[in-house]
C-alpha cells in the first residue's frame, strides 16, 4: 500500500520563477492538503482539495495556487518565487466521510530553495 | 480559532530516562488533538490522536499522551527515552470550518534530544 508520494524531493528555482509541486495521495485517501514549514518552524496550512476543488485556504498569497485531478493527485503552483519561499512544502492525504478523525498522513516533502 | 502551543523549543533527556513533551491547547468545542514526530530532512509521521473517552492515549513507539481538560493540556509521555526518539516533535489540533473542510494547526514544535 503505497503512502503519500510527492515529487521532487528537491529543487532550486531562482527569484521570480515558477515552481510545480506534485502529490499524490495514500490509496483509498480522496483529500489533499498542502504545508509549508520554513526551517525550524512548524508547518503551516496552504489549501485543501477535495473533489477537484479548494475546500479551504490558509493565509497564503494568491501567488500559491494548487489543482486537484479526477485520480485525487494535486499540485501545488507558486509564482513569482521569492527568497521567503524557501522550505519544505509537504502534502498529506486524508478520507472525507463520517470516520475521518483529522488524521493526515504526511509525504516525505519536496525540499523548494529560492536563490 | 483552534491553536496548540508548545512552550519548551527543547528538552534534553538522558537514555532510560522517562519523557515528556509539553502542549497546552485553545479549542472551541471538543478538542481532536494529536502528536505528530519529525525526523531530519523527512515528513511528519503520525504518533497519536485523541478524539474521545480515556485521557491516556497509547501510540507508536511506546509514546503515550494524556489528555487533561481541565489543564487544556496533551502532554506527550514516555518512560524510558531512547537515543533514536531524538527528532523534533509537533502538537496539532484540528480546525474545521461550516464547510466540513477540515485540517491541522501545528504547534511550533520542540526539539527532542535523547543523551546517551
Known amino acids: 500500500d503505497a503512502g503519500v508520494t510527492q515529487s521532487p524531493t528537491h529543487l532550486i528555482k531562482t527569484r521570480g520563477q515558477q515552481v510545480t509541486l506534485r502529490c499524490s495521495p495514500k490509496s483509498g485517501h480522496d483529500t489533499v492538503s498542502w504545508y509549508q514549514q520554513a526551517l525550524g518552524q512548524g508547518p503551516q496550512f496552504i489549501f485543501q482539495y477535495y473533489e477537484e476543488e479548494e475546500r479551504q485556504r490558509g493565509n497564503f498569497p494568491d501567488r500559491f495556487s494548487g489543482h486537484q485531478f479526477p485520480n485525487y493527485s494535486s499540485e501545488l503552483n507558486v509564482n513569482a518565487l521569492l527568497l521567503g519561499d524557501s522550505a519544505l512544502y509537504l502534502c498529506?492525504?486524508?478520507?472525507?466521510?463520517?470516520?475521518?478523525?483529522?488524521?493526515?498522513?504526511f509525504g516525505e516533502g519536496s525540499r523548494l530553495t529560492v536563490l | 480559532a483552534q491553536s496548540v502551543a508548545q512552550p519548551e523549543d527543547q528538552v534534553n533527556v538522558a537514555e532510560g530516562n522517562p519523557l515528556t513533551v509539553k502542549c497546552t491547547y485553545s479549542?472551541?468545542?471538543?478538542?481532536?488533538l494529536f502528536w505528530y514526530v519529525q525526523y531530519p530532512n523527512r515528513g511528519l509521521q503520525f504518533l497519536l490522536k485523541y478524539i474521545t473517552g480515556d485521557n491516556l492515549v497509547k501510540g507508536s513507539y511506546g509514546f503515550e499522551a494524556e489528555f487533561n481538560k481541565s489543564q487544556t493540556s496533551f502532554h506527550l509521555k514516555k518512560p524510558s527515552a531512547l537515543v533514536s526518539d531524538s527528532a523534533l516533535y509537533f502538537c496539532a489540533v484540528r480546525d474545521y470550518d461550516q464547510t466540513g473542510a477540515n485540517n491541522l494547526f501545528f504547534g511550533t514544535g520542540t526539539r527532542l534530544t535523547v543523551i546517551p
Open positions: 479549542v472551541s468545542g471538543n478538542p481532536y
Open positions: 498529506a492525504s486524508s478520507r472525507q466521510g463520517r470516520r475521518n478523525t483529522g488524521e493526515l498522513f
